[in-house]
């Protein structure tokens, strides 16, 4: 069986026991996990701040609806959480990956919103790992990934709407929407798109992914 192998529900690498606790679970931390989960941290934090330019952008193109634009990209800023957690599966690599990311993203990229855009990865990484941390990271098909963007852009939309003063308007329920919707697509399925991407080249097969591929 090669890393491209797929199982039954469309995954990659799900060949996880279903029985009993996971490898991902038993075992520690290894050095080449911390480093892979800092190094997508890293590059999805310049990846972010390159949606930022793209959602200003589309934000001019949408006119009168471009309040509306941020909904609409939201879930490329939650791609990292399921993708370090597919490759690693290791309890809270989604949220750390995103928490990094923010931190490229204030620190070295000068994102206007400061401090608190690490509190709002924070959320939305718990809410991408939520799905994959309820099955102990035994199944990585389309629809934990689906679940995974969905959550994700759905808990932090209500902190965003705290901050941003979205509470009461008529347009509420449409912003929330196209945020989940979003965050299906850009947060959950493409991520499983690129997770499989790179599974078939066979650069993560000293992870946890290929480890499972080829049991």
Known sequence: MTSTDKTGDGSVGAGAPRT??????????????????????????FVYWALVQAWNGL????????????????GGWLIVAPIAIAIIRRPFAGIIAEV???VIEVVFLGSPVGPLLILAAAIQGAGSELPFALIRYRRFGWGVFALSGLLGAFLVFFYS????????????PLR????????VVLGGLLAK???????????????????????
């Open 20 to 45: 009993g606790r996971t490898p991902s679970a038993r075992q520690g931390w290894a050095m080449k996990d911390l480093v892979l989960m800092v190094v997508l941290g890293v590059v999805f934090g």
């Open 59 to 74: 934000a001019v193109l949408m006119g009168p609806a471009g309040d509306l634009a941020q909904h609409v990209l939201l």
């Open 100 to 102: 990094i990311a923010s």
């Open 161 to 172: 709407a705290f901050r941003s003063g979205w509470y009461g308007q008529d347009i509420f």
């Open 176 to 183: 929330l929407i196209m945020q989940c919707v979003s965050g």
């Open 193 to 215: 798109v690129v997770v499989d991407a790179l599974a078939r080249t066979g650069v993560v097969d000293n992870f946890a992914i290929g480890r499972a591929a080829h049991r």
